[in-house]
């Protein structure tokens, strides 16, 4: 200790006492315990926080695996007028404190979801002496209603919540609007009663359908102008006749899509059909498909109305897409099947703002279902009657379900990711409005209703893509330049060629990306000849130059003794580098009528600025000083008297390294050419400014690529927090982790056995 | 020959071929950026001459030479230009012609078919603006207050012309003052009152001292108003004086312009200077780079709030990773059990720095700044939200995710100071009845002193270097201001900063302009190299010393 003892005056000792010692001695002993702790404690601070990146990693992923959670809170009897009074449709606004049905007798009833307490009704129009005969609506966001009546009539309602804040408190007002007018609407002529109807709102107005008692489908196209100075909507519209479905079938569901060019139709010979409508000339009936499932009891497009989710009574739940053929026609087609319900189906409820849907059945069960990611989110008992309306907010946090008791439940949901699911994240998958399933990273879009497509694979084979040319520049270049640095050289030379490769690895990837990126990528264009003739002429030169240097006269040769060869290839280097630029415009002009991107273009192989060659260029340059530094200390730390014996017994200085060397050090060779890998799949800012970052599926040299860290780097800060995009990409971000820490660990044991074979020789 | 090629020899002449290749890609890439970036401030000559269009118009163009290529003539005549059929290869030129506010175009490439030999007109000037990039031309008069007080044939124009432009910089930098630091602290101090009334507030405290609180605060605001008109009176008295001057000048299509000193930031003749005033003029505009701030989207001026913010950025990196390095290192090393588990502890620390840093970067942001950072904005901020104070990404959050990304640096390169200590130094230490922690904080620690710092020197280049996670945790194109200022509480961990790297990515990658902000990156990208080649070189010389200085201590 440092405490000096005090000079005491007079005859007691200079030393201290036995009871200073003592103390002294606690005070040392607490000194060792604080600091064995105080360590300890630090250093697994340290090591847990390390550990804590997995973890937290891990635990922002794992909701995206979880299902959906559904809990009945409350049941109250749904009556405001008369118990026989029936709801035909059942909606939830996005606050979930409102909920509303629609009667069968022509009123929509607002009222309180959490309780069932009424807030107001409304009276749906009528013409006198008619009642109302069937009820339809659109997809769920417009809040459009449609009610046919048994004189032909239709009347078309739309819901609207009125947002006001007096005291500061948020209050809505619901209120029943009439776009069409507040009188109905002819549908058919004929005055037949309507048995379907369907709206839909389009770009330009409204698309209503409507089927009569006898069978006969009548077509009707709205649009509503407003006049500027009087604020008076006048409507205008017509109406056609569609062929009827063949073979005498009758029509159980009718629906239309958004762009009023297809209508869709399920009858009672469990068929599907699809009929043309974009042509108000000629419409006609393109494709009658059998549902395979038995007959359909529930079908509902899904938001953007791209695709239908259709029920049947044998409980199945399946998905089926329109979708383009060849020649330009639009045909039903099957894409998935989710998990079936025990009863047969009775309705479907979409989701609002994403491809998901609710479907109830005979027997009281529930089924929660994503369509692009084809998960089955939760099939569940929630009630003891057959269920027959289903109403889930467009926050997708409650759910309204009505059955046939007339009780309405209120259940909380929890349904945060149901986008992706395994299948959907590495497979294959058919998306709306593509003619065939595909690998597909389109996270997000500006449209409302956009179908996120968020498979991984376009990525991930972008990050090997990026890797692999990396690698291919690399590994040639970093081992034999270890080989020979570590092995030939000589040790004046090595000290300083060691040194300034390694400090390469420090050297910011941003810089490399940016030169790759703004210098080589337009270089590399113009100069596409100057690639293919260094990688010919260059190791030619190399050997040529060997080969002269050895017919030298030896007084030459002695000058620059053996470990040179590196020195004086210099200047021959740059030489052929120089004339290979050089010529590159004239081969340009000699081999490839001019340009030979154009070439490679006319040959159908096509060419991006920022390329794969790029990026394999500035990421290999990166990777190599690892390759180098790693597999020179293996080359380097072979044990001397292997070599010098394999020399003494006569071979030569290159089959000593083949021979004894290599074999020797090929464990630390491979586990450098994997810590490169580990490096080039991780690295970010090259990819991110030497690529398109389009994400791609193919290996093409001259194409770019998106991989898994530049999408990251892309699209994390644009994100919404706990979204799915949002842990998705957290996914990325694991994957990566995992992948790399695998590939390090690996390259590290790998690495340690060999230190130790090396000292047991 | 057959016996040579039998020898090997060939291949040993292909592996030297290799090193020399890395070698000479080594040293090219350094040069190309040592030449590019260095040569950003040279104050080229200007050249005029006649060009011919692609629709066989003739041009007369004013600018400096960027550089020149040598193309196929069929990609020229794709693009529209006639070329005799007997000519293959076609040289042309990217030409600065700056002035962007009179035409669209400020780089323009040039056939050297039907080009006219160039001249250096002595009265050719560059103007480097506030806006609009460069202006070329040549000067015709100088007026005060639209009266002309001098043309370019009077002998003292030239003189006239600098000393105004002295005037109106000296101008502009008190008006900076102004806004930047007077009105900047009166803003803090006005949104301070806010937030102090909005923190009574949430405190629930009752309606008698909140009315006198807000009495308080409405005698300070009201003196802090005071404050405000007197120097905003000040400002737009200076920025009345500013706008005396202008500077008619001619373009060379023959039209005439005025420009406003008080846009003007250097006014050049580079053909009439000699190399040592172009020497001199090169340091000025050095100088200007390192120390002053960005203009025109970052793609001209200085680069000062940049270096300023990674510095800070990597000090208090520095300051969170050296303790924490170095305790988990001595733990691993001196006090943690030997064994199975250790080993794979010490495997796994190791790795994590090969872990890609954009995922620490995910972890920064979604772990700190929304996690950590939420939390401390619903316990210590409520009185700003939902305006988040550290619930968003910033330079604390910045460094405290670069410290992570280090962290194995320092342990790696401490762990290996350490274990390079004798033991025969630690157990004569323990042979004189030193405790454990005796020995490892006065003997070993001490002597494994240059290890820690060639590890801390590493992490600093490697955090500085780093642009990926930044990008995710409190990194931005455009700081409004420092992160250190003379505003309490003076260090502002909380703010969003400017850095090196990503001013490279951001200017080379995200600007409008990008032929015009390439030398301003390869510049940038010069300073970022030469700080980390210096770092690692310095970490290299420290741990070579060391080296040495264990090798005699243990023979």
């Known amino acids: 200790m440092s405490e000096t003892t005090p000079a005491v005056a007079g005859g007691e000792s200079l030393m201290p006492n036995a009871q200073q010692r003592a103390k002294l001695r606690n005070t040392r002993r607490l000194k060792d315990k604080f600091s064995r702790w105080g360590v300890a404690s630090a250093g697994l601070a340290v090591v847990g926080a390390l550990g804590l990146i997995f973890f937290y990693l891990f635990s922002e992923v794992a909701p995206l695996l979880k299902g959906a959670d559904v809990e009945v809170l409350e049941t109250y009897p749904h009556t405001q007028t008369s118990q026989s009074e029936r709801s035909e449709h059942l909606v939830l606004e996005r606050y979930e404190q409102i909920g509303a049905t629609y009667t069968a007798s022509g009123q929509v009833q607002f009222f309180v979801a959490d309780n069932g307490k009424p807030i107001s009704v409304f009276d749906v129009p009528k013409s006198d002496g008619a009642s109302f005969s069937s009820i339809g609506y659109g997809t769920p966001v417009d809040g459009l209603v449609a009610y046919g009546y048994s004189n032909g009539e239709l009347m078309l309602t739309q819901l609207n919540y009125r947002l006001s804040y007096p005291n500061d408190t948020r209050k809505i007002t619901p209120e029943i609007l009439y776009p069409l007018g507040d009188e109905p609407v002819v549908l058919d002529d004929q005055g037949h009663s309507l048995a379907h109807v369907a709206v839909q709102k389009t770009a330009r107005g409204y698309a209503v359908v409507g089927v009569t008692d006898d069978g006969r489908l009548r077509f009707g196209r709205y649009s509503t102008r407003e006049n500027m100075m009087t604020g008076k909507v006048t409507t205008s519209g017509r109406v056609d006749a569609l062929p009827a479905l063949p073979n005498g079938a009758k029509v159980r569901f009718v629906q239309v899509d958004k762009t009023a060019r297809h209508l869709v139709v399920a009858d009672d010979q469990a068929r599907l059909h699809i009929y043309d409508v974009s042509d108000a000339a000629n419409l006609t009936l393109t494709e009658s498909v059998p549902t395979g499932r038995g007959q359909v009891t529930a079908m509902q497009y899904l938001v953007g109305t791209g695709s239908l989710a259709v029920g049947t009574d044998t409980g199945a739940v399946s998905q089926w897409l329109l979708v383009r053929d060849p020649d330009n026609v639009f045909r039903l087609q099957l894409v998935r099947d989710f998990e079936s319900l025990p009863g047969a189906i009775t309705t479907i409820s979409p989701e609002y703002a994403r491809r998901g849907f609710l479907v109830g059945d005979e027997q009281g069960s529930l089924g929660i279902y994503y369509g692009t990611s084809s998960r089955t989110l939760l099939v569940a008992k929630v009630a003891d009657n057959p269920i027959e309306n289903l109403a889930i907010s467009p926050i997708n946090g409650k759910l309204l379900i009505y059955d046939t008791s007339g009780q309405i439940g209120v259940a909380s949901v929890w349904n945060e990711h149901p986008e992706v699911s395994f299948s959907s994240l590495w497979q294959k998958v058919w998306y709306e409005g593509r003619s065939e399933p595909e690998y597909v990273w389109q996270a997000s879009s500006g449209g409302d209703g956009f179908e996120s497509k968020m498979s991984l694979v376009p990525l991930s084979l972008g990050t090997l893509k990026a890797a692999f040319f990396a690698m291919l520049f690399a590994i040639p270049l970093g081992i034999a330049g270890a080989l020979y640095t570590a092995y030939f050289m000589t040790p004046k030379m090595r000290g300083l060629v060691k040194p300034s490769i390694e400090i390469m690895e420090a050297l910011p990837t941003v810089i490399l990306g940016f030169l790759a990126g703004l210098w080589l990528a337009p270089f590399l264009e113009n100069h596409l000849p100057a690639v293919f003739s260094i990688l010919i002429f260059m190791p030619l030169m190399m050997v040529m130059v060997g080969f002269g240097w050895s017919r030298l006269p030896q007084a030459i040769r002695t000058r620059a003794p053996e470990g040179w060869e590196a020195a004086i290839l210099i200047v021959p280097i740059l030489l052929t580098g120089w004339l290979c630029i050089e010529l590159s415009p004239h081969m340009e002009v000699w081999f490839f009528g001019g340009s030979m991107r154009q070439w490679f273009t006319d040959y159908g192989i096509s060419y991006d600025q920022r390329n794969a060659l790029v990026v394999g260029i500035a990421m290999g340059f990166a990777v190599i000083p690892t390759i180098f530094s790693i597999a020179e200390d293996a080359v380097f730390n072979v044990p001397r008297h292997l070599t010098q014996g394999s020399l003494a017994l006569g071979a030569t200085r290159w089959q000593t390294v083949v021979g004894v060397v290599l074999p020797t050090a090929s464990p630390g060779i491979f586990s450098a050419v994997m810590m490169g890998f580990g490096r080039a799949v991780g690295e970010t800012m090259i990819v991110l400014m030497a690529t398109g970052n389009s994400p791609v599926v193919n290996f093409n040299i001259f194409e770019g690529m998106r991989t898994l860290s530049a999408n990251i780097a892309v699209e994390l800060p644009e994100t919404a927090v706990a979204s799915t995009h949002f842990r998705v990409l957290f996914l990325a971000a694991l994957v990566l982790l995992a992948l790399t820490f695998i590939v390090n660990t690996c390259a590290e044991i790998i690495r340690q056995r060999l230190r130790k074979r090396y000292s047991n020789l | ?555």
């Open chain 2, 1 to 555: 020959m057959k016996n040579w090629f039998k020898s090997g020899a060939p291949w040993v002449w292909l592996n030297g071929g290799a090193v020399a290749l890395c070698m000479v890609m080594v040293v090219g890439l350094i040069g190309l950026i040592a030449i590019r970036g260095f040569g950003h401030f040279w104050p080229a000559d200007v050249v005029q001459l006649t060009a011919v269009e692609r629709d066989g118009t003739e041009q007369q163009v004013l600018g400096e030479i960027v550089r020149s290529e040598v193309v196929p003539a069929a990609v020229v005549r794709d693009s529209g230009y006639e070329i005799a059929p007997e000519q293959e290869l076609v040289t042309r030129y990217l030409i600065k012609r700056g002035n962007r506010d009179i035409s669209a175009r400020d780089f323009n490439w040039y056939l050297e078919v039907g080009m006219s030999e160039w001249q250096n007109p002595i009265d050719a000037m560059v103007i480097e603006r506030r806006e609009w990039g460069n202006f070329y031309g040549y000067p015709v008069s100088l007026k005060e207050n639209g009266d002309v007080i001098a043309r370019v044939q009077d002998a003292d124009f030239w003189p006239q012309v600098q000393e105004r432009i002295e005037r109106s910089l000296d101008l502009h930098d008190e008006i900076n003052h102004l806004e930047k630091v007077e009105i900047g602290r009166i803003n803090h101090k006005l949104e301070r009152l806010r937030l102090e009334r909005r923190g009574l507030e949430l405190d629930g405290v009752d309606a008698a001292t909140l009315a006198a609180a807000d009495a308080e605060f409405a005698a300070e605001r009201a003196e802090l108003d005071e404050q405000y008109r007197v120097v905003k009176a000040e400002r737009d008295e200076l920025y009345r004086q500013l706008k005396r001057d202008t500077l008619t000048a001619e373009v060379i299509d023959g039209s005439e312009v005025t420009i406003t000193l008080q846009n003007i930031v250097r006014l050049t003749r580079p053909n009439a200077m000699g190399v040592f005033a172009k020497m001199g003029q090169y340091l000025e505009r050095f100088w200007e780079f390192l120390s002053d701030e960005p203009r025109e989207a970052n793609t001209e001026g200085g680069i000062f709030p940049a270096i300023f913010g990674t510095v800070t950025m990597v000090i208090v990196m520095s300051i969170i990773v050296t303790p924490f390095g170095v305790l988990a290192a001595i733990y691993l090393r001196e006090y943690a059990k030997q064994g199975p588990v250790l080993r794979i502890i010490r495997i796994s620390v190791y790795n994590l720095a090969g872990v890609p840093s954009i995922v620490y970067g995910v972890f920064g942001l979604g772990f700190f700044v929304y996690f950590l950072g939420g939390s401390l904005d619903e316990l210590f901020y409520r009185e700003s939200l939902p305006a988040p104070t550290f619930g968003t990404p910033g330079l604390f959050w910045a460094s405290l995710t670069l410290a992570l990304l280090t962290l194995p640096v320092v342990i790696v390169s401490t762990e290996e100071g350490l274990s390079r200590i004798p033991s025969t130094i630690r157990q004569g230490s323990l042979a004189l009845g030193a405790t454990k922690a005796e020995t490892l904080w006065k003997v070993v620690v001490p002597l494994a002193t240059p290890a820690m710092m060639t590890g801390l020197i590493l992490a600093i280049a490697r955090a500085a270097g780093e642009v990926a996670p930044l990008m995710l945790v409190g990194v931005v194109k455009l700081a409004p201001s420092l992160p250190i200022d003379g505003n309490y509480p003076y260090v502002h961990l909380d703010q969003k900063i400017m850095h090196l790297g990503f001013h490279i990515y951001d200017v080379g990658f995200q600007s409008p302009n990008v032929e015009a902000a390439r030398p301003l990156v390869y510049a940038t990208a010069l300073t970022l190299v030469l700080l980390i080649i210096v770092l690692n070189l310095a970490a290299i010389r420290i741990r070579n010393s060391l080296r040495e200085k264990y090798r005699s201590a243990s023979d």
